[in-house]
């Protein structure tokens, strides 16, 4: 309903690519690269990395890069699980990974929180461990 960054970034004439899990969360004007578990691990986020990577090494002016496992991991055994923080220094790993091959700005931060349940982690609430969202840049 309203321009997004894709938008202003095709009106300025540069290039943009979205890297995403195996499911389209979000509906933006440009195309995005859905990535299928490949390998059968459990996980999609080797596969979205993989093309994260050749997008930043490559000419792309603009690089949305969307890992799930976090959220996957923190559902299904807790935020504040041991499991969580594995995932989450993984993911660190390959964000570190990327930006060694990026020069431009950027930008970090997660779609919403999670608070703990019995049967793991959940969203949606109106509750300080759902609403707050860290905001990291370069």
């Known amino acids: 309903a309203c321009p997004t960054l894709f938008d202003d970034a095709a009106d300025q004439g540069l290039s ?5 899990g195996d499911t389209q969360i979000l509906q933006f004007s440009l195309e995005q ?9 459990g996980d999609t986020d080797n596969e979205v990395f993989a093309d994260a990577l050749a997008a930043v090494q490559g000419d792309d002016d603009l690089s949305f890069v969307h890992f799930h496992g976090l959220d996957d991991t923190e559902h299904a055994e807790g935020p504040l699980s041991d ?5 989450l220094q993984q993911l ?8 060694d091959h990026w020069s431009g700005a950027v930008v970090i931060t997660a779609d919403h929180g999670q608070h703990a349940t019995e049967d793991g982690g959940d ?16």
């Open 16 to 20: 943009a690519v979205i890297e995403e």
């Open 33 to 41: 690269q859905l990535h299928p578990d490949e390998d059968g691990d």
């Open 83 to 87: 499991a969580a923080r594995i995932k």
């Open 92 to 99: 660190d790993g390959l964000v570190g990974q990327l930006l």
């Open 123 to 138: 969203h949606g609430l109106f509750c300080v461990e759902d609403l707050f969202v860290p905001l990291l840049t370069r």
